[in-house]
């Protein structure tokens, strides 16, 4: 027993020896000459808050932690329980109605982070039917989200048209786009899948960046308009007034109207027939396809219905900002995106909708700290990977491809 | 037919960038069958690495006296860091997830390269940083072609380590065990090759050819930025693709292909899209003959 943790912890010495020889370079030599304390005291933090999770791991690995960790584990399953024992209409219109309150109390700022974290849901539950069910991995999603903001920028611009009816033509076009990027990549597994989706959206962003005459470059388009209602007017007799829903608790009503959508049409996707069939292709493709599975056609779908959804909120982004330029579309949103599908759990829509709390609302609290939000991200990703690679909140349903198995 | 061939000499020079980058994208592949996304980031920390030692030879006053000296040192220097940058990479984020499905693994790899993109963010600032002059500009006019003198170290550069790299490869222990590994891992194993050491060699080695490109590129034109690894990235797996993944010689030539391809589609066709076109490739390469020119190391399960 003390032999193992004697190698740990000469692991652990080791991995901070190598780690100040990759840091101090960075920090330590600057053309005004050699300095070790800003490098130290990185470096000293690091140290100590490694001893900090390590000490807290041998402690549960004695299990000296059990008299906390028990009952907080047996509280946790009961209080699953009589959750689980309501029935679930009852429980989603309990949330449905705290969803509602926020505009009548909260002030700008809450309300601007929700509506920044709906959007990202719907983005995240968008991704996670490629992802998550059909096991694709794709590393370009956002190029959807900016076709959509694209197609309702330019309709609003240069014909006016109004916000409810590009809804469905920004999604056709994004789903289009699926299809063209998806036809030829389908033929394609894994990692290479992977690269080329990242290809593709570059490319999108570069031709959003590079067509002048339709995009305005980088320069970006200007002047969108906002949604806009027909709303009764009680004044003089009855007459339907025209007004445009510029404040934040209107937009806020609206993209949590298309987020309630999103997680209903992704939960009806997931346990319909094509819902099983995507699961299947993600366990096992050659499987699939000897039950009967077209999976070309089904990847197809699932590519196409996840660009909807990315289509639907870059409308609403569009609307919402009034504004769209190619910087608001780049690799590092889909790598966002990515990590929010799979901090949260793949396949998982309640563990998706947590991932993204966790990584667009959290760092609000640490604003202090925005400059390492990134750094956590890329930090957080691998770590996941390494200890809870199914998520925060793991789906019922997900086994293991068995190509990977072997 | 001058300002064809003085494209030819710079698209050759570009290419040899791509070509250093695309080795180690293509010998982690063929060990491991990993794409690894952090790649482009060594690449990043290379160039860094350069400005860092350069800039402080600079202020010591040995750069104007012994430039050669501190360009060489400097070189060999970001070219271990980034070799022990690497292997902290593979030993944390990779080799625990060497059972895990490669879902994981693409997804730890692409984690890593955000945490160090964003580290090197964090210690280095955001706006880029420029290199300080090593040669004076001085350029050879042969007819109407030119030919700056930086241009010529970089070519010699880059032929040099290709060369090396070669011979290691195929000349020495570690690259025959190299070998072995890519081909069959048991049976390497079986013959006393200890699969962890040349897995940690092969990102070593990578990271190295990466860093030397690092800080050429620097060089060449000047300044780095912590996000410069990314799309030269992108496009060096591009010409790892278009050369046969797996394959040394592949990886090489389609640096060299995708180089000469981006700098005529910038002349002929247009400056703005020259960076569609290695993707247009890609994309073409994988889907009409994902084995590459080459061809090599490509089964059915991983394409």
Known sequence: MTLEYKKIFQKWALGLAWFYLLLWPLMGITPDGLSFAPSLKVWATVAAGTAFFLFIWILKQQGRLDFFSRPAISLGRSVGKAVGALPNKLLAVAAIAALCLPPLFAGRYVLDVSINVMIYVCLGLGLNIVVGLCGLLDLGYIAFYGVGAYTYALLSINYAVPFWLCLPVAAGMAAIAGCIIGYPTLRMRGDYLAIVTLGFGEIVRLILNNWMELTNGPNGILGINAPGVWWPNWADGFTLEHIWLKKLPYLYYVILGLALFTILAVHRLNYSRIGRAWEAIREDETAAELMGVNTFRLKLLAYAMGAVFGGLAGAFFAARMRFVSPNSFLFIESAMVLSMVVLGGMASIPGIILGTLALIALPEFFRDFEQYRMLAFGGAMTIMMLFRPKGLWPAKRLGQRSEESQ | ?303
């Open chain 2, 1 to 303: 037919m001058d300002f064809f061939l003085q494209q030819c000499i710079n698209g050759l020079t570009l290419g040899g960038f791509y070509a250093l980058i695309a080795l180690g994208y293509t010998m982690v592949f063929g060990v491991i069958q990993l794409i690894n996304f952090a790649h482009g980031e060594f690449f990043a920390a290379g160039g860094y690495m350069g400005v860092i030692l350069l800039s402080f030879c600079a202020s010591m006053g040995f750069l104007e006296t012994h430039p050669l000296l501190c360009l060489g040192g400097s070189m060999l220097l970001a070219m271990g860091y980034c070799a022990m940058l690497a292997m902290a990479v593979e030993k944390i984020a990779y080799m625990p997830l060497r059972r895990a499905s490669r879902l994981s693994m693409l997804l730890s790899a692409l984690g890593m390269s955000i945490f160090l993109q964003n580290g090197l963010m964090l210690t280095q600032g955001v706006y880029s940083k420029s290199y300080p002059t090593v040669f004076t500009n001085k350029v050879l006019h042969l007819g109407n072609v030119s030919i700056s003198y930086m241009q010529i170290m970089t070519l010699a550069l880059t032929a040099g380590l290709l060369v090396g790299l070669n011979a290691l490869v195929f000349r020495t222990r570690i690259g025959t065990a190299m070998r072995a590994t890519a081909q069959d891992k048991v049976m390497s194993a079986l013959v006393g090759i200890n699969a962890n050491r040349v897995i940690s060699m092969t990102f070593a080695i990578g990271a190295g050819l990466a860093a030397a490109a690092g800080i050429m590129v620097g060089m060449y034109y000047g300044t780095v930025r912590y996000d410069m690894g990314f799309v030269p990235g992108i496009k060096a797996f591009a010409a790892a693709v278009l050369g046969g993944i797996g394959n040394i010689t592949g990886a090489m030539l389609g640096g060299l292909i995708i180089g000469l391809v981006e700098i005529f589609a910038a002349a002929y066709i247009s400056g703005e899209y020259k960076d569609v076109f290695a993707f247009i490739i890609l994309i073409a390469m994988l889907y009409f003959r994902p084995t590459g020119i080459m061809g090599e190391n490509v089964d059915d399960t991983r394409v």
